[in-house]
């Protein structure tokens, strides 16, 4: 079965640089939710779209931004990165109204900021 | 959100019986309990959930104490493959879309 699909799988930037991480989610679903997690720490929500629009904000910081495309792939902008940006961040997908609902979490993107 | 208390960590022996503890004193009447778990260096994994009544599936089982305050979940026979953290999370019935929080669940190591 197709599972979540996340690209790049490992990235390494600079300080003040920028970075794009993309989601393809399972097809039909319809929901995207984004996670960071840090070094030895547990994920942390940052933010979700539904049908393409933002349905829920976490932790996000104002740097980074993301947005749900048409065809439903959704992409996390990072701006500006901190070396405390270095995570992984973990893209999940669902289907809203799925009686057995379950957030099917891609494998990650390890982002390292030197 | 409703919390949940996990123990930082347990050990079992490979091909034993384990049962993870969660407290959720603070559950209200619409809320599932969840369970994942994440492998090392991996996404996290759906493993059960359930609302009143005990669960089981291929992966585990899922016992809810009766005032749901609390509830365990069960491997039947832990293998080195189940070692992992194990999140115990709470979701409003019907918020289909909503975010899971993660506490800092439970780190299961598994002994040959």
């Known amino acids: 079965a197709a599972g979540v699909i996340q690209s790049p799988r490992h990235l390494i930037k600079e300080k003040r640089e920028t970075a794009t991480l993309k989601c393809y989610p399972i097809p039909r679903h319809d929901t995207v939710y984004w996670y960071q997690q840090g070094p030895g720490q547990d994920p942390q929500f940052l933010i979700s779209?539904?049908?393409?629009?933002?349905?829920d904000k976490g932790s996000i910081p104002d740097r980074f931004s993301a947005q749900q495309f048409s065809d439903y792939h959704s992409e996390l902008n990072m701006s500006s990165l901190e070396l405390g940006d270095s995570a992984l961040y973990f893209c999940?997908?669902?289907?809203?109204?799925?009686?057995?609902?379950?957030?099917?979490f891609g494998p990650g993107t390890r982002l390292t900021v030197t | 959100d409703a919390k949940t208390t996990q123990p930082n960590s347990m050990e079992s022996n490979e091909e034993e019986p384990v049962h993870l503890p969660c407290n959720h004193s603070t559950i209200s009447g619409t809320d599932y309990i969840h369970w994942y778990r994440q492998l090392p260096s991996q996404g996290p994994e759906y493993v059960i959930h359930?609302?009143?009544s005990n669960v089981n599936n291929r992966m585990a089982s899922l016992a809810i104490a009766e005032d749901r305050k609390s509830s365990t979940l069960i491997l039947h026979r832990a293998t080195l493959r189940d070692a992992a953290v194990y999140y115990c999370i709470l979701r409003v019935r019907d918020n289909y879309g909503q975010n899971f929080v993660f506490g800092p669940g439970t780190r299961l190591s598994v002994l040959p």
């Open positions: 359930g609302l009143t």
């Open positions: 779209f539904y049908e393409k629009m933002q349905s």
């Open positions: 999940a997908s669902s289907l809203v109204g799925l009686a057995d609902y379950e957030q099917y």
